[in-house]
């Protein structure tokens, strides 16, 4: 069978219910800050955290999370948030969450470092400066210095300059996310996401592991490429951004 064991079923699939939790209670756990009941990257890596679950403990110990004043927090949430009186709403978002349902042929292409396919070149931490700016500049989500300590990440160089990338994310056993997906203004409509997303998307399933990825509910033009990538929607959920405006400091 070559499809990619068809669709995992929605029992294989919880793991995605809550990623960001996921991936630092397993395979990102180094990296966590906070307790059994909220947890977070180091700002520096990415501002994405999560609860447990809805319950008062998990928002008490969000609330200790956002310490000190000014820190804020992106979480995944497929339910409304009460937020605490000193927390401000900075951003929410619709987004889709899509998993890869394509071809296990494609790994039988993994991408080399050496073979510079399609212009493609591996990423490493010593271009994180070049790779913060063109986030910066073209907004594919949460990107900071640190980023690049999560996973692989490709980019394709045009006179010298770093136009496009894509990489991965949350990760935890059996999924990674492709995340970072994006291409200087002036340089789209070339095919570098396409192709990046392919690279990344092969290297994740070498490992075995299935991709999946959020993108914004109504960025149409994005869903379509995923799609026709092999990326199909399994569910909606919103990206909610959130600010310690109160207190905290200690």
């Known amino acids: 069978m070559n499809a990619l064991a068809r669709m995992p ?6 793991a995605l219910d809550n990623p960001i939790w996921r991936a630092l209670s397993t395979t990102h756990a180094a990296f966590a800050e906070g307790d059994d009941f909220a947890r977070g990257y180091p700002p520096a890596v990415t501002p994405l955290a999560a609860i447990r679950d809805p319950s008062v403990a998990s928002l008490k110990a969000l609330g200790r999370l956002l310490r000190p004043r000014g ?3 992106g979480l995944f949430l497929d339910a409304p948030l009460e937020l605490a009186s000193d927390w401000a709403l900075v951003r929410q978002i619709p987004l889709n969450q899509m998993i890869w349902t394509g071809e296990r042929s494609e790994s039988k292409t993994v991408y080399s470092a050496d073979r510079q396919e399609d212009g493609i070149e591996l990423l490493n931490l010593s271009h994180a400066r070049e790779m913060l700016s063109l986030a910066e500049m073209t907004q594919p989500g949460p990107f900071g210095m ?25 990760r935890f056993p059996g999924y990674t996310e492709v995340s970072a997906v994006c291409t200087k203004p002036h340089h789209q409509g070339h ?6 997303v392919k690279a990344v998307v092969r290297h994740i399933i070498a490992r075995g592991e299935i991709p999946f990825l959020h993108v914004a509910g109504e960025n149409l033009h994005a869903i379509r490429l995923y799609e026709r990538l092999g990326f199909r929607t399994r569910r909606s959920l919103d990206l909610l951004v959130v600010r310690n405006d109160g207190g905290g400091d200690a």
């Open 71 to 73: 820190r804020m927090a």
């Open 9 to 14: 079923s929605d029992t294989q699939l919880i």
């Open 146 to 170: 640190r980023t690049p300590e999560l996973g692989t990440y490709f980019g394709i160089r045009r006179a010298g300059q770093l136009v496009a990338m894509a990489g991965e994310r949350l």
């Open 191 to 196: 095919g570098y996401a396409g192709a990046l």
